[in-house]
């Protein structure tokens, strides 16, 4: 890389902007075309005249995105099965920064899809990245005082949908080793001793993996039975093992060798309360190496 480049804004900023754009789309493909795009408005633009170019590149990802969002909707419309966020494998470093970790991880991703696009820019960019309202306000096209409304109505809404607990990280790393245990052996006694009794598990296939459950399953008895059968009955060895998955301890699924999925959990109390399982291949892309994240 020359040092030309190297000392570009975009390129010194890469990796938050990708942050910015992935927490707001769930797709890291869709994600590197939003940078992809932002790039060439950049290259276009009188550069020495920008005073602020992190704030300026935050500003054409933001709007990218939004566009992104919208065509997102209607693809999503089409899809079949429940939809989950798209994995990425992170640097365990990720989890030193609590709040980049959870803003990251599938669950909070899975309640942003909940937003609409306005709200869903408005909180990332408020509670995650700290950006201050009246540039928020030119980002998404409004006024510092709705700004504000959005971002008290998303922060209300993401907070009535997020785990009620804050959990350490040594407590979630305990849980997922477990799973991971009951993955192993398959035994319905060890699934049973890690979940919990109202646990919530979604599986995103996209219609293409046979045997993946195509709604939720709700309760520790009916998942841990569905689990252990599930196990028994695939030819082929699986094997379950820790990755770190989008800045928390994940799950990494193999069939003889290959990868199957990923699963991200949320847990309470030490026990598995949500299990986010994703087996769609068109997914699994970001799993062979770490995505550099910020912010």
């Known amino acids: 890389m020359s040092t030309e480049l190297a000392d570009d804004p975009f390129v010194t900023h890469r990796s938050l902007l990708f942050t910015v754009a992935y927490e707001m789309l769930g797709s890291a493909a869709d994600a590197e075309d ?18 602020d170019p992190k704030a300026y590149l935050v500003r054409i990802v933001t709007r990218q ?31 030193d920064d609590v709040e980049l970790s959870e803003s990251l991880s599938l669950a909070m991703l899975t309640v942003l899809e909940t937003l609409v696009p306005a709200e869903r820019a ?23 005082a709705a700004v504000r409304q959005i971002a008290h109505r998303a922060k209300g809404h993401v907070a009535a949908r997020r785990p009620r607990v804050k959990v350490e990280r040594s407590e979630h790393e305990q849980a997922v080793e477990r799973l991971v245990d009951a993955m192993n052996t398959g035994e319905l006694q060890a699934f049973l001793d890690v979940l919990a009794p109202d ?8 219609g293409k993996v046979r045997g993946a459950a195509p709604r939720p399953i709700v309760g520790a008895v009916r998942l841990a039975r569905y689990l252990a059968a599930g196990l028994a009955r695939t030819p082929g060895e699986i094997v379950a093992s820790t990755t770190w ?28 309360t949500r299990i986010y399982s994703v087996a769609n291949p068109d997914k699994l892309g970001r799993l062979g190496a770490e995505s550099a994240v910020s912010r």
């Open 65 to 95: 995105s939004l566009n992104q969002l919208r065509t997102l909707a209607r693809r999503r419309e089409d899809y079949v099965g429940e939809w989950l966020p798209e994995p990425m494998l992170t640097s365990p470093d990720v989890a």
């Open 122 to 144: 408005v909180f990332v960019l408020r509670e995650v990245f700290d950006v201050p309202y009246d540039e928020i306000a030119d980002a998404v096209g409004k006024s510092p």
């Open 34 to 51: 939003v940078l992809q795009e932002s790039w060439l408005r950049w290259a276009a633009t009188d550069q020495p005249e920008v005073r």
């Open 199 to 206: 646990v919530v598990s979604v599986a995103d296939s996209g």
């Open 245 to 272: 998955i989008n800045g928390q301890l994940g799950i990494r699924v193999d069939l003889d060798g290959v990868l199957t999925g990923v699963v991200g959990v949320a847990v309470e109390d030490g026990r598995v």
